[in-house]
């Protein structure tokens, strides 16, 4: 019997995974968005351009997650700020043997889950103030995955791959392995995509918050793809004092970093014309999700005892580029 897997948000990542997902012919793929985009996908289908191949699939595509049902694996796409007023329709979705996984940006709220030493089940109060995240999604119903790929959407249901190299690492908080971890990882591989069974899945999740956190806020204020920073050492000497800024807070609450941050950047800076995704956001008149970085990193700092001057300072430029940024859309 094939998983029912649900992709919540078919934006650029979004079409990605589904796309790649259901030309396996081995699950039962579903998306989730809104009218336009849902309108565009029933009509001609998911299409997914990668530097080797040019693909489109038929999935079903709803407006409405009543309409789906239960299902096995639901994969949420969604900018995190986007997420939180969305929890009671991706309840519809979730059952009690349902895995979820949850954005992968910023330090998610079920990060502590089951951490051992003092840290075990802390609570991220920035993140997740009243708790619905962490009652409608359960953590241990949470599979965590980890958005490593580039892309951009072209239009409505399709997606365009940024660079080659990408990966889409998963696995148990805990390094266990388990049958869900598996069957998510094998369809993924079978659909095209590098899906690597990671034993250390929350020093994952820290390399994306890192780059992610350092990365954005210095391209919305820059407006430059990874060849610009690839061009200008003084940007990508800022860029590497906030990863170890960021890399001190992982050490001090035990997580062990996979790659070093000159690992990191060389991939970064690797996908040429892409632009960090926060930027795509700007450029496309949509709101930016800087908070959830703020919140994240407050959290952290909260919880480690650790300061972050140069982070500190550049989110503090950001923030008021978002402040104009907000006007400009309530203008418009």
């Known amino acids: ?58 999935v079903t595509a709803s407006t409405n997650p ?99 190299d990408g990966r889409y690492p998963l696995g148990e908080l805990d390094g266990s392995d388990s049958e869900r971890l598996h069957v998510l990882a094998s369809l993924l591989e079978a659909g095209g995509l590098s899906a690597p069974v990671s034993k250390n899945i929350r020093g994952e999740i820290w390399t994306k918050f890192a780059n992610s956190l350092c990365g954005n806020p210095i391209a919305v204020l820059t407006l430059s793809d990874m060849n610009g920073f690839a061009a200008s050492p003084g940007v990508l000497k800022v860029f590497e004092t906030m990863l170890k800024e960021v890399d001190t807070i992982g050490n001090v609450v035990g997580i062990t970093i996979p790659q070093s941050i000159s690992e990191r950047m060389a991939f970064t800076l690797s996908t040429g014309d892409h632009k960090f995704s926060m930027l795509q956001d700007l450029e496309s008149g949509r709101p930016l999700e800087i908070d959830a970085f703020i919140q994240s990193l407050a959290a952290a700092k909260r919880i480690s005892g650790t300061d972050t001057p140069t982070c500190d300072i550049v989110l503090s430029l950001v923030e008021l580029r978002n402040v104009q940024h907000r006007k400009h859309l309530q203008a418009r």
């Not at 849902?38 to 080797?52: C, E, F, H, L, Y």
């Not at 990060?111 to 619905?132: I, K, Q, T």
């Open 1 to 58: 019997m094939h998983p029912k897997i649900c992709v919540y948000g078919a934006g650029a990542i979004g079409c990605h995974i589904a796309g790649h997902l259901a030309r396996t012919g081995r699950a039962d793929v579903s998306v989730v968005d809104r009218e336009e985009t849902v309108s565009a996908i029933q009509k001609n289908g998911i299409r997914v351009i990668t530097p080797k191949e040019d693909f489109t699939v038929r």
């Open 66 to 164: 009543e309409t789906l049902g239960i299902q096995d694996y639901v994969i949420i796409t969604l900018k995190i700020q986007q997420l939180v007023g969305l929890l009671t329709d991706i309840a519809h979705l979730v059952g009690p043997r349902t895995t979820v996984i949850p954005p992968s940006t910023g330090i998610p709220y079920y990060f502590f889950h089951n951490l051992s030493g003092r840290y075990d089940n802390a609570r991220m109060v920035e993140v997740d103030p009243d708790e619905r995240q962490w009652q409608t999604l359960p953590p241990s119903q949470v599979l965590p995955l980890v958005f490593w790929y580039g892309a951009h959407r072209v239009g409505p249901g399709v997606t365009q791959q940024d660079g080659e």
